[in-house]
């Protein structure tokens, strides 16, 4: 190719692709009925399915506000709780006991009680460093974009009750806003912790486009006494928030997430 036919394509390629249309959304098996997805490539473009803009409680999605704290520490210390399904008033999510948990497996049970208790050696040990008042600057640079303006007056550490892991409506997002959180910069190590806890070392290291993806049961909007559920989750290249309707459980919520994002293995050869 000669030198003038190089000039020309150099010039052409670039006025050819700004003048190319947008990218269509990517094609998925459809949603069910109140389901709500929102996703987001390696590009950072983002495509919403469904109600994305509504909040709910986020329930043991909070989990990724302590992971993204305390995450770390916890893992790098190999923290282990022993999880009997109650303690004191507190009950652990479905009161189910989970056993002896460190942090990956607490994190696939869904344990509770364990991140409560670790949360709460935590918190004594920054009022020890920082003192209250700077512990609490901590807790809310991390929870105040889920808090709106529900947290708790006072100087010092609001009291860790269950309503910081998962129960009732303290902390509350939308899809949108849950992807939107997790797309920011500043919360590229917390994703990638995250990949590394859920997935087996194997996946973690030899496979790039591993999913990981985690999930929890809330409270449902305007009925205390049904649930609906949350799926998270992503690989390297892609990054999903997937919100069932009430009615749903974790367990539906990893399937569908499962379904919708990685496809249905049954149908692959």
């Given at each position: 190719?000669?030198?003038?036919?190089?000039?020309?394509?150099?010039?052409?390629?670039?006025?050819?692709?700004?003048?190319?249309?947008p990218?269509?959304?990517?094609?998925?098996?459809?949603?069910?009925?109140?389901?709500s997805?929102?996703?987001?490539?390696?590009?950072?473009?983002?495509?919403?399915?469904?109600?994305?803009?509504?909040?709910?409680?986020?329930?043991?999605?909070?989990?990724?506000?302590?992971?993204?704290?305390?995450?770390?520490?916890?893992?790098?210390?190999?923290?282990?709780?022993?999880?009997?399904?109650?303690?004191?008033?507190?009950?652990?999510?479905?009161?189910?006991?989970?056993?002896?948990?460190?942090?990956?497996?607490?994190?696939?049970?869904?344990?509770?009680?364990?991140?409560m208790?670790?949360?709460r050696?935590?918190?004594?040990?920054?009022?020890?460093?920082?003192?209250?008042?700077?512990?609490?600057?901590?807790?809310?640079?991390?929870?105040?974009?889920?808090?709106?303006?529900?947290?708790?007056?006072?100087e010092?550490?609001?009291?860790?009750?269950?309503?910081?892991?998962?129960?009732?409506?303290?902390?509350?997002?939308?899809?949108?806003?849950?992807?939107?959180?997790?797309?920011?910069?500043?919360?590229?190590?917390?994703?990638?912790?995250?990949?590394?806890?859920?997935?087996?070392?194997?996946?973690?290291?030899?496979?790039?486009?591993?999913?990981?993806?985690?999930?929890a049961?809330?409270?449902?909007?305007?009925?205390?006494?049904?649930?609906?559920?949350?799926?998270?989750?992503?690989?390297?290249?892609?990054?999903?928030?997937?919100r069932?309707?009430?009615?749903?459980?974790?367990?539906?919520?990893?399937?569908?997430?499962?379904?919708?994002?990685?496809?249905?293995?049954?149908?692959?050869?």
């Amino acid at each position: 190719m000669g030198m003038g036919a190089r000039m020309i394509l150099g010039w052409l390629v670039p006025v050819l692709l700004a003048a190319a249309p947008p990218r269509r959304p990517p094609v998925l098996p459809p949603l069910m009925p109140g389901e709500s997805l929102v996703l987001a490539g390696p590009d950072r473009e983002v495509y919403h399915f469904g109600d994305t803009a509504s909040e709910s409680p986020m329930g043991g999605l909070a989990h990724l506000l302590w992971v993204r704290l305390e995450g770390d520490a916890w893992a790098s210390g190999g923290l282990e709780f022993k999880c009997t399904g109650k303690a004191g008033p507190f009950l652990c999510a479905g009161g189910k006991a989970h056993g002896r948990v460190d942090l990956p497996s607490a994190l696939q049970a869904g344990c509770n009680l364990a991140f409560m208790g670790w949360a709460r050696m935590s918190a004594e040990r920054w009022m020890d460093t920082y003192g209250e008042g700077a512990a609490r600057a901590r807790m809310v640079d991390v929870f105040g974009p889920f808090l709106g303006k529900r947290m708790p007056d006072g100087e010092g550490l609001p009291p860790l009750s269950m309503a910081w892991f998962g129960e009732g409506d303290l902390l509350r997002t939308s899809p949108a806003d849950l992807l939107k959180w997790l797309q920011d910069p500043g919360q590229e190590e917390v994703v990638r912790l995250y990949r590394r806890l859920m997935l087996s070392f194997y996946d973690e290291s030899f496979k790039d486009n591993a999913w990981w993806v985690d999930a929890a049961t809330t409270p449902a909007v305007g009925d205390p006494n049904a649930t609906q559920a949350w799926a998270v989750g992503g690989n390297s290249l892609v990054l999903a928030v997937l919100r069932l309707p009430p009615g749903s459980t974790r367990a539906q919520a990893l399937a569908r997430f499962r379904t919708v994002m990685v496809g249905d293995p049954k149908k692959k050869k």
